[in-house]
């Protein structure tokens, strides 16, 4: 393709925002739409909300004016939060209209089921959903009483009693359930949208998309068998925008410890991410489909040490000051890759164990133990330098997004996943 490649930037928060000036200052791509949630956005000029000069395109609230644009892409950047709130209907959408998407919020595998999937059962979602510990405002400050009514309704509907009424309860609840919390599309809704547009669908960034699927699977490359991964990822949030999941508070930091377990909302929403990853190991490694894998999740507070004031929220002595995240994928019985998200606000509330990055600041650690023996790699901030940017996190992801932009536009219709065969040019000096 000779042209710069035609964008669409769907909600340019702090890394959509990123992308966006990333992409207006490269002669790559053409940008030719902006999709906004904020009323005070929209009709701005879409260089002026980036810091840079005009370019004499409005940003727009509007949907439908969005899919009427002749686009070759769409970056996708919503919230974490919107995928419980229809957003996989305006990627189905996109698609169908024709435009290729590639998102940092999900899609990474959408073979693999999850607690919200469609194939789940209307009861068995809203007990998930019932269950849900939510912190902050993320999601909005009516929805902590609408949960209690829940929680009141579906004892209800467990009760001995209730029983007998459960099948026409399961039908009457598939009538509401999509409305309030709608389901996601299982793989193959994805993959027939991306047929009928012609186009292609990826989810990328640095985790899920690099880190795991790109360097831990290369690594595993050299060994003759790979018995069991770890993937252990430590990050201090001190600096994170509050406009990132509404804030720290509705990641549980700050709140009392009780706020924060397995059923909080922050585990919820990285099931869609992790589930993802364990499944894209499982076919990579051992060659099984995702209904062959299954994911547990463990997920548990520590108590803050110090004061720490990070944007809008204090992290006080004895609340949560940092999380600690697991997801254990199993193949039957068979443990093959482990998980860990260790989230700390503040240098003075991490929380390492002997196994983790050597830096109070953060870092990554690769285990794969095999045949014939063990490789382990290790990324560890330097705490001395570092200056809690977290913009840095963020343009890697945006990177991972706009490279994908020329594969995806030329990748037959369908979804996308990478591609670790060998690949080889002719040298030509």
Request: charged share 20%.
């Amino acid at each position: 393709m000779a042209r710069p490649y035609r964008l669409v930037i769907w909600g340019p928060g702090d890394m959509g925002g990123r992308a966006l000036r990333a992409a207006l200052e490269s002669p790559d791509f053409e940008v030719v739409g902006v999709k906004v949630f904020s009323p005070h956005k929209n009709g701005r000029d879409i260089g002026e909300l980036v810091g840079l000069p005009p370019v004499g395109i409005a940003a727009t609230t509007s949907k439908e004016a969005i899919l009427a644009l002749d686009a070759d892409c769409v970056v996708h950047t919503p919230t974490t939060p919107s995928l419980v709130q229809g957003a996989d209907a305006d990627v189905l959408d996109l698609l169908e209209s024709g435009k290729n998407v590639v998102s940092a919020a999900s899609y990474h595998n959408p073979s693999m089921t999850n607690w919200l999937s469609a194939s789940q059962t209307p009861l068995s979602v809203l007990r998930t959903v019932a269950d849900m510990k939510v912190t902050g405002d993320a999601f909005g400050s009516r929805l902590r009483p609408a949960l209690e009514t829940l929680r009141f309704g579906m004892n209800v509907l467990d009760s001995a009693a209730a029983r007998p009424l459960r099948p026409g309860l399961e039908r009457l609840a598939g009538l509401v359930v999509d409305r309030a919390v709608p389901r996601r599309p299982l793989g193959s809704r994805l993959q027939a949208a991306c047929l009928s547009g012609g186009v292609s669908l990826h989810g990328t960034g640095l985790h899920p998309g690099l880190m795991v699927e790109q360097l831990l699977l290369r690594l595993a490359g050299l060994l003759d068998e790979v018995t069991e991964v770890r993937f252990l990822e430590v990050g201090d949030l001190s600096a994170a925008p509050d406009g990132m999941w509404g804030g720290l508070a509705s990641l549980g930091f700050g709140t009392p410890l009780s706020a924060v377990d397995s059923d909080h909302a922050i585990g919820l929403m990285q099931h869609f991410y992790f589930n993802d990853v364990l499944g894209n190991v499982a076919h990579a490694l051992y060659g099984v489909g995702s209904e062959a894998v299954r994911v547990e999740r463990h997920i548990y507070p520590v108590p803050a040490r110090v004061t720490v004031r990070a944007g809008g929220t204090v992290i006080e002595p004895g609340s949560v000051g940092a999380i600690h995240m697991t997801y254990r994928g199993y193949i039957g019985d068979r443990l093959f890759m482990t998980n860990e998200e260790c989230w700390h606000v503040g240098s003075g509330n991490a929380h390492l164990g002997p196994d983790h990055p050597r830096s109070l600041s953060g870092g990554h650690v690769i285990t794969l133990d095999g045949s014939p023996g063990r490789i382990e790699m290790r990324n560890e901030m330097d705490d001395e330098a570092y200056s809690a940017d977290w913009s840095a996190v963020t343009d890697i992801s945006v990177r991972a997004m706009l490279s994908a932009v020329p594969q995806l536009c030329a990748a037959p219709p369908g979804v996308v996943m990478p591609d670790l065969k060998p690949r080889y040019r002719l040298e030509n000096a």
